[in-house]
Structure formats: C-alpha cells, structure tokens
C-alpha cells in the first residue's frame, strides 16, 4: 500500500504580504514624487511623511503576536495622553500598521494550528 502524504503551504504568508504592502506604498511615492512636469502631479510632504511612517512600521514591527500585542496597548496608552497633532497622527499611524500586522500574525498562527490538527 503506498502511504500519500500531504503539502500543504500556506500561501501569502505574513512576511509576503507585508512585503507587498511596502511595495505598494513605495510605487505610490515614486508616481507622485516625479517632477511635475513629467506627471503634473506633486506629493503632499505629509502624505509622504505617514507612507514612509507606514513603511518603518511595517518593516520594524515584531512578528510575535504578544509582542504586538503589548506594543499596541503602549501605543494606544501613549495616543490617549497625547495632545501635539504630530505625536497623535504618528501614533494613529503607527497603531493602523501594527493592527495589521497583528491581524497577519494571528490569521497565519491560526492557519498553522488547523494543518498541525492543533
């Protein structure tokens, strides 16, 4: 009898898609950082200031689900004592990023367990 054994690979993994995401990110800076005259289109500095900001996030945020965790809460707790507009769109940022991520993490581990019959 020959035994059949089973691949299974989990596509768009966390690290694929966050990968996408920075390349979406970036393209939308590069098309509107063009010299006006070749698009007639200018960049907003605060619009490219929160792109950049996204991309740092997702690229330094940790891939463990308790330390997102925890690093949500940290954010969330600095947001709501903060008052300067800049540190408030900074974390608004920041905490959409990490949501994200988190989401991945856990839709990923939730992904793992179902295969491993956990």
């Known amino acids: 009898m020959v035994e059949q054994t089973k691949t299974i690979t989990i ?52 891939r463990d689900a308790d330390r997102l965790k925890e690093l949500l809460k940290t954010k969330r707790r600095e947001y709501e004592k903060s008052r300067n507009i800049d540190d408030i769109l900074t974390l608004i940022t920041a905490i959409e990023m990490l949501q994200f991520i988190l989401f991945l993490v856990c839709r990923n581990e939730k992904k793992v367990k179902k295969v491993k019959g956990i």
Request: one cysteine or more; aromatic letters at 2%; a negative charge.
């Open 11 to 62: 596509s768009n993994s966390t690290e694929e898609i966050i990968a996408r995401q920075i390349e979406r990110i970036q393209k939308m800076i590069r098309v509107r950082d063009c010299p006006e005259e070749e698009l007639g289109i200018h960049i907003n500095p605060a619009m490219k200031r929160h792109w950049e900001l996204e991309i740092k996030t997702l690229q330094d945020a940790p």
